[in-house]
Every structure is written in C-alpha cells, then in structure tokens.
T-cell receptor
C-alpha cells in the first residue's frame, strides 16, 4: 500500500497562474481532506469530501476549488494564485467511523511569487 | 465554536528528560482527542488518541489522559530521545459528518543529546 500520495511535491507559481494538486489514496477510504499548514497556525481545513462526487467547504475555502470524481482521488485547484496561498498543503483520508484517524500525505510546498 | 490551544514552542530538552506538552480544548459536545506528530519533511501521523473521559491513550512511551473536568489532554513522556524531535499537534473531532479535525497550533520539540 502506498497510503496517501500527493503530486507535485514542490511548485512555484506566479501570481494569477492556476494549478491543480492531486491526492490519491489506495485504502478505500470514504473521507478525504485538504489542509493548509502555515507557521504557528496548525493545520486549517480547506475543503473535504465524504464520498465520491461530494465536496464541502472547510474553514478556509476561498480561492480554492475541489473535485472528487473518483473515490481514490481528491483534486485541489487554484484558479488564480495569490501570494497569500503560499503554504504547505496536506491531503488526508479516513474511514467513515467516528474517531477514526486521518492518514496524511507527505505534503506539497507551494510558493506564489 | 471548537478550538484547541497548545503551549507555544519550541520546547528544548536534553535526552532522557521528562516531557509535558499542554493541550486544552473547547468543544460543543463530547469530542474524541488526538495527538499527531510531524517529523521533519513528512506528513502528520497519529501518535495516540482517547475517545471518552478518563481514557488514557499511549504509544511509543507517550501518554495522554482525557480530562473532561479540566478540558485537557496533556502529552507526557518519561524519557525523551533525540529521535522524538518533531512537531506535535493536539486535535479534536466531534465525530460529525466528515470526522473533521480541529488542530492546535503545534509545538516543536527539540531534544539535544
């Protein structure tokens, strides 16, 4: 099992450019999540999905869109990148049972100049 | 709303010292509580959890007890090692749809030989 994988690992964008981050999991998890991690602020939830074809907003959704067309994949899109979106992005997945742990990917470091 | 507060770091200890990282929470309901650990350059991984009051989670020599009366979940280890150097995150989940986690800001631990 590869667990949760993220593509790419690093990316530098110019302001206004767009990109898509890909998350894939091979554990047949129902739930998937996108977080951003900024110094001193812990992880903040951007969007999440409770199943194939469903998405919902988290704490900081503005400027991001997501899609879950296949159960194993969860895509995070930035349509027009801004310097405030410079961050480390983590994808996670979990089963649907209460208190189940979330399994995290290795992260994508994004810099917007 | 729900929130998690952790002691600010960094915490610097010598090898074999006793570790305590404080965590308190505010939640509407009865949360499950977690400690996640992030080693340098990696994603988060679950360290331990507790799902109800007075439960003690333990793993790899780390322990934390769910204290409802003080709304706390402090992380302890009797003798730290250099390999414990990492960032530690306290988190809660209310087990609602999506099993979403609310994270504290993280505490960096540095252990010197």
């Amino acid at each position: 099992n590869a667990g949760v994988t993220q593509t790419p690992k690093f990316r530098v964008l110019k302001t206004g450019q767009s990109m898509t981050l890909l998350c894939a999991q091979d554990m047949n998890h129902e739930y998937m999540y996108w977080y951003r991690q900024d110094p001193g602020m812990g992880l903040r939830l951007i969007h999440y999905s409770v199943g194939e074809g469903t998405t919902a907003k988290g704490e900081v959704p503005d400027g991001y869109n997501v899609s879950r067309l296949k159960k194993q994949n969860f895509l995070l899109g930035l349509e027009s990148a801004a310097p405030s979106q410079t961050s480390v992005y983590f994808c996670a997945s979990s089963y649907f049972r209460d208190s189940d742990e979330q399994y995290f990917g290795p992260g994508t470091r994004l810099t917007v100049t | 709303g729900n929130s998690v507060t952790q002691m600010e770091g960094p915490v610097t200890l010598s090898e074999e010292a006793f570790l305590t990282i404080n965590c308190t929470y505010t939640a509407t309901g009865y949360p499950s509580l977690f400690w996640y650990v992030q080693y340098p350059g990696e994603g988060l991984q679950l360290l331990l959890k507790a799902t109800k009051a007075d439960d003690k989670g333990s793993n790899k020599g780390f322990e934390a007890t769910y204290r409802k009366e003080t709304t706390s979940f402090h992380l302890e280890k009797g003798s730290v090692q250099v390999s414990d150097s990492a960032v530690y995150f306290c988190a809660l989940s209310l087990g609602n749809a999506g099993n979403m986690l609310t994270f504290g800001g993280g505490t960096r631990l540095m252990v010197k030989p």
